[in-house]
């Protein structure tokens, strides 16, 4: 039986990684979870599994959820995370937060002996060189979660990285493929919340509109598989069926398919070397490919410099990014000022070499244009 930490379990991998566990309730023990804001769904959790650590988001709700679940230790907010990741037991630490909050509990997991399955990419877009040398002094395992790097793992199994002469990863292109980038001035949050396959959350879902998604997926693979940018390509798909090519050397290509649910990449992270029954299989239809469009979406090209800079860079943008889509779903930008966003925070850094203040340029910007800058200095400090 092995034992799981889930970080995130109110959310959208977080419940999906619940439904893996309860298919097989024997291969599995709950121990650690860290919930959201919602009771509902955090009393449906803790009613059907006995976990012994739970991390609540606020002080405030303690005393109701100690009264109700007297034999859970509850702990709270960040250090919480951190007290779930460092709990003396070892087992398979699953990350589905959201955003640069995955960063320190992962850390704290691999210190502490956790096996480690990553939804969060942001993780290693802040930090890749950091994490896999810990997960290699640690000895302890990195497994994927994310769709396309379960496939790619998948498909690299039993091969050598030295007769790999690329990877590809697929993208379906978003809720907003349809439209050219005349139309997407006026596009609303409703519409970008729209992905036409996957079934996920707002954060990652309006990266995938901006493709900024993809983006953090290419440095996602440097730095899981170890290949330079020039070996990870991008190409669109519509169907988000084939999930990741691998080309070898000797000019033979395979892939990874499967229908488009995160309870695959996530079971076979969770049962890893094993595979388990899934009831949903693929039956094959048309599929569809097209070379990336780079001016369509210019966030995808954007990542590939900036992961290819190193350094700081990535961190600049994950953060830039997570500051502007926090600020589009709040109303307060359009959807194309995310890009503007994070292109002006990027911009002078790839000039001068030089650190810069993501406050001090935003700020700049908003009020040049009349804009408060409050909310995004605070998205930015959160
Ligand atoms: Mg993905």
């Not at 994950?318 to 995310?338: P, Q, R």
Request: glycine letters at 6%; charged letters at 20%.
């Amino acid at each position: 039986m092995k034992r799981i930490y889930i970080l995130g379990a109110a959310g959208s991998i977080g419940e999906q990684t619940l439904d893996v566990i309860s298919q097989m309730p024997d291969a599995f023990q709950l121990v650690g979870i860290s919930l959201s804001t919602d009771h509902y769904k955090n009393q449906s959790i803790l009613d059907r599994f006995q976990v012994e650590i739970c991390c609540l988001r606020v002080s405030d709700d303690l005393p109701f959820y100690e009264h109700k679940y007297p034999n859970v230790q509850f702990v709270i907010g960040d250090q919480g995370l951190l007290d779930i990741a460092s709990y003396p037991k070892s087992g398979i630490l699953v990350n589905a937060l959201s955003g640069s909050a995955g960063l320190k509990p992962t850390m704290r997991a691999i210190e502490s002996g956790k096996d480690i399955a990553l939804a969060n990419k942001e993780t290693l877009v802040m930090a890749g060189d950091l994490v896999i040398e810990a997960i290699q002094k640690y000895g302890v395992k990195l497994l994927p979660v994310d769709s396309e790097h379960s496939a790619l793992w998948q498909t690299l199994k039993g091969e050598s990285m030295d007769d790999v002469l690329k990877i590809i990863i697929t993208a379906s292109g978003g809720s907003l493929r349809h439209l050219d980038r005349y139309q997407l001035d006026n596009v609303t949050l409703s519409d970008a919340l729209k992905h036409p396959n996957w079934s996920m959350g707002a954060k990652i879902t309006i990266d995938s509109a901006t493709m900024m998604n993809k983006g953090l997926e290419v440095i996602e693979a440097h730095h899981l598989f170890g290949l330079p940018y020039d070996q990870i390509e991008t190409i669109l798909h519509d169907e988000s069926v084939v999930h990741g090519f691998v080309a070898f050397k000797d000019g033979t290509m395979k892939a990874s398919l499967s229908v488009s649910d995160m309870r695959i990449p996530i079971a076979y992270a969770l049962h890893y070397p094993k595979r388990v029954d899934y009831p949903h299989h693929l039956e094959l239809s048309n599929l569809s490919f097209k070379p990336m469009d780079f001016d369509r979406f210019p966030l995808l090209k954007l990542s590939y410099e900036v992961g290819k800079t190193g350094g700081l860079l990535p961190t600049v943008m994950n953060a830039a990014n997570e500051a502007a889509v926090k600020l589009f779903i709040h109303g307060d930008i359009s959807f194309l000022e995310i890009e503007s966003i994070i292109i002006f925070c990027i911009q002078p850094l790839k000039k001068s070499s030089k650190p810069i203040d993501p406050f001090k340029n935003t700020s700049r910007m908003f009020t040049e244009r009349g804009k408060s800058c409050s909310s995004l200095t605070s998205s930015f400090s959160s």
